[in-house]
């Protein structure tokens, strides 16, 4: 008994102490903590800087895949139609990101960074359909501006657990 009133002092010590401690909680969605440069987070598609799609419909990056996410269906380019640089295009270009497991395999893949993960972690949906992103989505700018944290602290970065009284 004579040790349980000093160590539950010293716990009310503790917790007391933490109480006049600046809160480290983090208000989300209303402040997004920035990602790091090489975070993996939504794809994106890319194009060439005359608008051209830099995917060729190569497969590549659906071969990569260890989840079997992405469907490709090549098609050629015509001289009415030519939609990228190279012989084919991708007709069709689907992720099912409710398989995707970020794992970057597809980006590495890829001869021409047509395909590349960007820094947006806010994809979840209400409809499982919804999480099958073709490539109209893909291709389309992002609309939601992800901060990015600076990329000094990248090699060093400061854990969110850490005390910063
Ligand atoms: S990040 Fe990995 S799992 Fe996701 S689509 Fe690319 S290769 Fe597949
Ligand atoms: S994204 Fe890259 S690897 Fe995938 S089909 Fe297009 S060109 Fe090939």
Redesign the pocket.
């Known amino acids: 008994m004579s040790f349980v009133v000093p160590n539950t002092l010293k716990g009310f010590g503790v917790t007391l102490k933490q109480v006049f401690k600046k809160p480290i909680t983090q208000q989300y969605p209303e402040y997004k903590r920035p990602v790091y440069p090489r975070y993996r987070g939504r794809h994106q598609?890319k194009r060439h800087e005359n608008g051209l799609e830099?995917?060729?419909?190569?497969?590549?990056?659906?071969a990569a895949c260890p989840a079997d996410c992405i469907r490709?269906v090549p098609a050629e380019n015509t001289a009415d139609n030519r939609v990228s640089a190279g012989e084919r295009y991708?007709r069709i270009?689907e992720i099912n990101m409710s398989r995707c497991i970020f794992c970057g395999y597809?980006e590495l893949?890829?001869?021409?960074d047509?395909?590349v993960l960007g820094n947006d972690f806010e994809i979840s949906e209400y409809n499982r359909d919804d999480l099958i992103y073709t490539k109209d989505i893909l291709l389309a700018e992002p609309i939601k501006k992800v901060p990015v944290a600076d990329r000094d602290l990248y090699d060093t970065p400061i854990p969110y657990y850490k005390d910063h009284s």
């Open positions: 598609l830099k995917c060729v419909g190569c497969s590549l990056c659906a490709v991708a270009y597809c893949a890829c001869p021409f047509a395909i």
